[in-house]
């Protein structure tokens, strides 16, 4: 029985005061996130070389910007910030990390290539810095406003399949779930990067517009130079997965990531990155400069992953030793497991229209396995690629699979 027209008016009514409450909701809640983030910032330490890079991109001396850097630092940064990021750290040759690098110009440098090969963050906290914003405050202003544009852009693309009130809903989870929200408060180029990258996700899929995908990728890169393994998961899955005649050939595809290649390279030699190796042993064991480095040995390689294996058993959070700031979660293992489950759900269905949803998914997974060999640290800031991406292509991959499953038999049509 068809309802009447007053009762399909107030189900229009109804319908269109929930989205109104529920986008309110999310508005307010990313209103008071941001002002949260403005009144009670978290000083991580990587906002030290991003500074320092910043003061690089003007001041050609070494020794000039470290002398700016940390008369910045003490300027900006509460006094107890500033005693913590100038006082002790990890062990070193030649003395505590964190004192050394205060004084070693050397061991500064060094510690500059972990991070210097991310312009156009730092090109960004320049341009805000030229605006007059404070160069700390500088620092963290991409983290808010990007991780505001995933909002929205959670909500454009939840929109192509909900109506207004569930896809604000879902933005708010997206938004609000722990390694999303915990990005927010720091100082780093994650949320712009994680916004790239899930922007490419939505036009692959919802336009399947390789070029402008293939670009954002590639924008990824000059954000995280270490996006380019995102960048050769997905260029392979691509190739595995999706359809021959609907993507790009083999050739063109190889280009891509022949570029990306080229880009990453360029950035570690122009950034002078120390490489995985230094990341890889740093971690738990800083170094001044990198001739401290032991050799690149397996034996040293399969020592080192037995030990940060050791420490993953841990569940819920690593937090910072301040208690302010998280560094890692096992929730990699729950996107990844999730993106994995969704792959094959989408590949047993054998719909043509879901390849691009299985190639970005098991492009991710494929990208977080190797990132895990490479550097086994389950930090969330290192798995920003899976956060916001692999909830809306699941959406979008069971709003398909729904869909489907619900017209009439006759309606169905599967390759042959």
Known sequence: MSPTPAEALLGRRTRLAAGIACALLLACSVAWSLYLSFQKP????????????????REPDP??????????L????????????????????KGPFRERIVHDLEAFEANLGFHRGRYLYTLTVLG?????????????????????LNAILVVVWARRHFALAPAALLALGVLYSPPVLSQLPGSSPDS?????????????????????GLALLTLTVLVRSDFVLVCGGIGLALFLFAERERRPSAGQLALWLGACAVIYLAIARTARDPGWWAAFIGVNR???????????????????MREKLRVMHYLGYDIGGDGSYVRGSTFVVVYAVAAVIGATLALRARWRELDLHVALLVGLAIATAVRIVVFPNLWDRYFVY??????????????????????????ETRPG
């Open 42 to 57: 978290v000083f991580n330490f990587d906002l030290v070389d991003y500074v320092a890079l910043t003061i690089e991109w």
């Open 63 to 72: 020794a000039l910007v470290q002398q700016r850097t940390y008369e910045v």
């Open 74 to 93: 003490r300027a900006e940064l509460p006094p107890e910030v500033y005693a913590d990021f100038t006082t002790g750290g990890a062990p070193t040759v």
């Open 128 to 148: 805000l810095h030229a605006l007059g914003v404070p160069l700390v405050t500088a620092t963290a202003w991409p983290n808010r406003f990007f991780w505001t």
């Open 192 to 212: 712009m990067a994680m916004f790239f990258l899930a922007l490419a996700a939505c036009v692959l899929i919802e336009r399947r517009a390789f070029r402008a």
């Open 286 to 304: 800083r170094v001044g400069t990198f001739d401290e480095l032991p050799p690149v040995k397996a034996s040293f390689y399969l020592i080192g």
């Open 386 to 411: 899976l956060w916001v991406p692999v909830p809306l292509v699941l959406v979008a991959l069971f709003t398909r699979l729904v869909a489907r499953a619900s017209e009439p038999p006759a309606a």
